[in-house]
């Protein structure tokens, strides 16, 4: 089997570094704090947080994970919220006898062959209105004072704002801050966005929540990691090539697993070192695969957005400069604004401090051996 996985949270010995991290992130939340997690897409969030929940969990707090990814309406959330609420970690029973003093939903809890019981949820009301999701709202507080800690962790919560009709943002904040015993972490990815709902003044979430940035896993214990992982199947690595292959994915950990996968495959049954070469070939494999769908990707952006794009594909640092401008023959710096807001929102291109890149190393190269 191979190795390295990239399609799923990183877990087990899969997982590598982070100590640091997981501990401030376990402590915050005991000390009876909110945080706010963001760096962008698959710098390993989630998989840091599924760690930190393994230890609030042995340390008997209940756990909740919610996805903001799939909520588009009010009864989506709902619905998205009660599953999570009603997971694993917390009594089904306790949250359907809860949720029959909301009359606005009918719970069941039914009981599969192993006599483990599930739990659902349906609507009385045709629409589910912002009264019912203020309840719904309160039900970790109330998990919480009965005597159980509760930590809800919200990911890809820059989603929230999907729901910005119903002010949703304001509405959850109003409920959070009351709440004593349950704490929450909030995880991003739009780190753009992120920023801008912790740190304006003018937002509801302005300084609710500790803030922590996730950066890049330190190059060696990405080299440690590579070398033992390939080690285990008799294939050598050398720090030289280990350093490489960081270089090739700008040292993304969902890219650097990614390669280093294909890698192994190329040299599976019998390969015995990792070359440059092989690399190289790998990342043009890599490409060839997803090539039409960075061409759709591409073309169906407006001229000004593929310049702006190939101009941050080359060099992402002090994109609103003159001298930048000039020298990628762009227009004006509230031209380029406008554009790279644009491709954040989208998620193309991110941000790091105050360099911007193309969030896909691959598709960056794509651009650039097609485009130059
Ligand atoms: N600490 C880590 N150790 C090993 N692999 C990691 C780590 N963090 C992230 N990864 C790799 O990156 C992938 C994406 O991680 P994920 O947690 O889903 O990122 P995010 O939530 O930031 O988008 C994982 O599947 C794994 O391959
Ligand atoms: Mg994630």
């Known amino acids: 089997m191979n190795p390295f996985t990239y399609d799923s ?23 009876g704090n909110n945080m706010v997690l963001f760096a962008p897409r698959r710098y390993g969030k989630t998989s840091l947080v599924y760690k930190a929940m ?5 340390l008997g707090v209940d756990c909740v994970y919610m996805d903001w990814m799939p909520v588009y309406s009010l009864e989506s959330f709902a619905e998205q919220y009660l599953k999570a609420l009603s997971k694993k970690q917390t009594i089904p029973e306790w949250i359907a006898s809860h949720l029959s003093s909301i009359t606005s939903l009918r719970p069941t809890v039914s009981f599969d062959t192993m006599g483990k019981p599930t739990f659902s949820v349906d609507f009385t009301e045709q629409k589910v209105t912002t009264a019912t999701i203020a309840d719904i709202l309160d039900i970790p507080e109330q998990m919480a004072s009965s005597g159980r800690r509760v930590v809800v962790v919200m990911d890809e919560f820059q989603e929230v704002m999907k729901l910005s009709k119903y002010n949703m943002e304001a509405l959850l904040r109003s409920k959070i801050q009351l709440h004593k015993h349950a704490n929450y972490l909030f995880l991003g990815s739009k780190t753009h966005l992120m920023q801008n709902m912790f740190m304006r003044h003018s937002r509801p979430f302005y300084q609710s929540a500790s803030t922590m940035q996730l950066s890049l896993l330190p190059e060696q214990d990405t080299t440690r990691f590579l070398q033992e992982r390939f080690g285990k199947d008799g294939i050598g690595i050398r720090q030289e090539e280990c350093l490489y292959i960081m270089k090739q994915v700008d040292n993304i950990p969902y890219y650097i697993q990614l390669l280093s996968a294909e890698v ?8 015995k070192e990792v070359t440059r070469e092989l690399i190289d070939t790998c990342c043009r494999q890599v490409i060839r695969l997803k090539q039409d769908y960075y ?25 609103f400069s003159a001298e930048y ?5 762009l227009v004006a710096a509230s031209t380029v604004q406008k554009a790279v807001r644009l491709l954040q929102d989208e998620g193309i291109v991110d941000k790091e401090q105050d360099t911007y890149f193309v969030a896909d190393p691959f598709f960056r190269r794509y651009l650039l051996q097609t485009y130059e």
């Open 325 to 329: 401008i000039r020298e990628h023959r």
């Open 54 to 58: 393994e230890q609030l969990s042995a």
């Open 295 to 319: 061409y759709e990707l591409f073309s169906r952006l407006a001229g000004t957005h593929k310049k702006v794009l190939l101009a941050i594909a080359k060099r992402g640092k002090n994109i």
């Open 9 to 31: 949270i990183a877990s087990g010995d899969s997982f590598y570094d982070r100590k640091d991290e997981t501990q401030r992130v376990v402590q915050t939340l005991l000390g």
């Open 264 to 271: 192994w495959q190329a040299l599976m049954p019998n390969g």
